[in-house]
């Protein structure tokens, strides 16, 4: 019974630290555990099926353009719409959520000119589109590193699955 009391104390306790963070503390607290959810989950599905078929999994440019078509595309069109509606209410997530945004509409655009370099078969095409791929990765890169240090900040500590 003491064991049972005890518990409920300090998690009681644990809430109030974590209600007295602060604004910022809480706009990243909504975000990574509301706001975020279904993102997180529409990235991996586009960047799983495209890696299914790009690099050592290339087979032939039909699977590639389908995958594109029929997986990659609606996947992040989808994630980008939920990036643009996400609630945030601090400037300093803002910004940072910005950079996500910018780096998704990067791949984006990555993906809709490889389905473009298919079509015309124009490997020049595709060699921009790996460029727009890069600078999009690294965007969403920085953005992870962004959203760690501000969660630093703010004592907010974000579980990596």
């Known amino acids: 019974m003491v064991k049972r009391v005890l518990t409920v104390v300090v998690f009681g306790f644990l809430l109030v630290l974590a209600g007295c963070g602060g604004p910022v ?3 990243i607290l909504n975000y990574i555990n509301e706001e975020m959810k279904s993102a997180q989950d529409l990235e991996d599905k586009a960047v799983s099926a495209y890696e299914g078929v790009a690099g050592a999994n290339y087979t032939d440019d039909q699977t590639m353009y389908d ?3 029929n997986e990659v595309i609606p996947n992040y069109a989808e994630l980008i719409t939920e990036l643009e509606t996400v609630s945030i209410e601090t400037e300093e997530l803002k910004k940072v959520h910005e950079i996500y945004l910018s780096g998704a509409n990067l791949q984006f655009s990555a993906f809709e000119k490889i389905i473009k370099a ?7 095409m595709i060699a921009e589109a790996n460029q727009l791929l890069e600078e999009g ?5 920085d953005y992870n ?3 760690d240090e501000l969660a630093k900040e703010h004592n907010v500590e974000i579980e990596k699955e």
């Open 145 to 147: 590193d962004k959203l």
């Open 118 to 124: 298919i079509e015309n078969q124009d490997s020049n």
């Open 25 to 27: 503390q809480d706009d």
């Open 137 to 141: 990765r690294l965007q969403i890169e």
């Open 67 to 69: 995958a594109l078509v």
